[in-house]
Antibody, heavy 119, light 109 residues
Framework: QVQLQQSGAELVKPGTSVKLSCKAS????????MNWIKQTTGQGLEWIGI????????SYNVKFKGKATLTVDKSSSTAFMQLSSLTPEDSAVYYC????????????WGQGVMVTVSS | DIVLTQSPALAVSLGQRATISCKTN??????????MHWYQQKPGQQPKLLIY???NLASGIPARFSGRGSGTDFTLTIDPVEADDTATYYC????????FGAGTKLELK
């Protein structure tokens, strides 16, 4: 069965970076895009970007360009998102979600990881 | 950006019909498909896909859930509503990148 296992909660200091992981199993990793989504109480769900694990090609929400960097490791079927220059506004739950190519929807989601930015 | 507008909350009685709307500021149709999708999220859980491409039921989702609409107006219907359906429901468009509605919280009367 398809599973997306995300890394554990992070407590990080302002100005630093954090790298989140999302390990995929139960399907061919390179056959589907991977989306990353941010969820906060105030802003709801925000799409951050998408990566094609086969090619490494990416597309970002303009709001997150320079903030988020998406990569993959095909050998371990793992997607990563690095968030840089963290501020308290980056505190949120972050999800990875398997994308359906050409449909643009996500059929499986990771459990989410809470990132807290605080000094 | 394509903006999706949802009502914040809806209260219905058990066994009745719930209709949740999502309106967009731009047409999300393209070559015969409506690029609108619906998700259910319960507290502390990740979102779950319910409906894709406006009217297609996702795998494992009960037939009580249905979606319809085209262009800029879409609805998710739950009929009949069960207690387990209390959750927040989000629409999402994928016609031009991806954006989500703010969500509609479904409560029981």
């Amino acid at each position: 069965q398809v599973q997306l296992q995300q890394s554990g909660a992070e407590l990080v200091k302002p100005g630093t970076s954090v790298k989140l992981s999302c390990k995929a199993s139960g399907y061919t990793f390179t056959s589907n895009h991977m989306n990353w989504i941010k969820q906060t109480t105030g802003q709801g769900l925000e799409w951050i970007g998408i990566i094609n694990p086969g090619s490494g090609g990416t597309s970002y929400n303009v709001k997150f360009k320079g903030k988020a960097t998406l990569t993959v490791d095909k050998s371990s079927s793992t997607a990563f998102m690095q968030l840089s220059s963290l501020t308290p506004e980056d505190s949120a739950v972050y999800y990875c979600a398997r994308g359906i190519n050409y449909g643009g929807y996500s059929d499986y989601w990771g459990q989410g990881v809470m990132v807290t930015v605080s000094s | 950006d394509i903006v999706l507008t949802q009502s914040p909350a809806l209260a219905v009685s058990l066994g009745q019909r719930a209709t949740i709307s999502c309106k967009t500021n731009q047409n999300v149709d393209y070559y015969g498909n409506s690029y609108m999708h619906w998700y259910q999220q319960k507290p502390g859980q990740q979102p779950k896909l319910l409906i894709y491409l406006a009217s297609n039921l996702a795998s494992g989702i009960p037939a009580r859930f249905s979606g319809r609409g085209s262009g800029t107006d879409f609805t998710l219907t739950i009929d009949p509503v069960e207690a387990d359906d209390t959750a927040t429901y989000y629409c999402q468009q994928s016609r031009n990148l991806y954006t989500f509605g703010a969500g509609t919280k479904l409560e029981l009367k």
